[in-house]
């Protein structure tokens, strides 16, 4: 059974930085595609990062040059750095992995599996 866990959210001020990562484990595959997810009050679910199960990581245009992502090759450990938060990047923050990928930059793949996310609150 594939366990995905996150960590790392938290309260910071305009300006902060935060450093979230995902852990996958378990199940048959030895690699997954993994990414952060993001769920603001008010707004669909949008996709911040994905890295594919090589280790190929691709952030979302709406948060390049603030967050980076990253992922050390043959690990399934997804980390987001964000920079320079703002109260609209508050939300939850969720983890996903997936066995296949029919498009990787629109994040379409099969998220089957789902962590429980980490609330992060930016004030002003």
């Known amino acids: 059974q594939v366990q995905v866990m996150e960590s790392g959210g938290g309260s910071v001020t305009t300006g902060g930085s935060l450093r979230l990562t995902c852990v996958v484990s378990?199940?048959?595959?030895?690699?997954?595609?993994m990414a952060w997810f993001r769920q603001i009050p008010g707004k669909e679910r949008e996709g911040v990062a994905i890295?594919?199960?090589?280790?190929?990581?691709v952030d979302a245009d709406s948060i390049k040059g603030r967050f980076t992502s990253s992922r050390d090759q043959g690990t399934n450990v997804l980390v987001l750095d964000m920079r320079n938060l703002k109260p609209e990047d508050s939300g939850l923050y969720s983890c996903?992995?997936?066995?296949?990928?029919?498009?990787?930059?629109?994040?379409?793949?099969?998220?089957?599996?789902w962590g429980r996310g980490t609330q992060v609150d930016v004030s002003s």
């Open positions: 996903a992995a997936a066995n296949y990928c029919w498009g990787f930059s629109e994040f379409s793949c099969d998220w089957t599996d």
């Open positions: 378990g199940g048959r595959y030895k690699h997954y595609s």
């Open positions: 890295s594919s199960s090589t280790g190929r990581t």
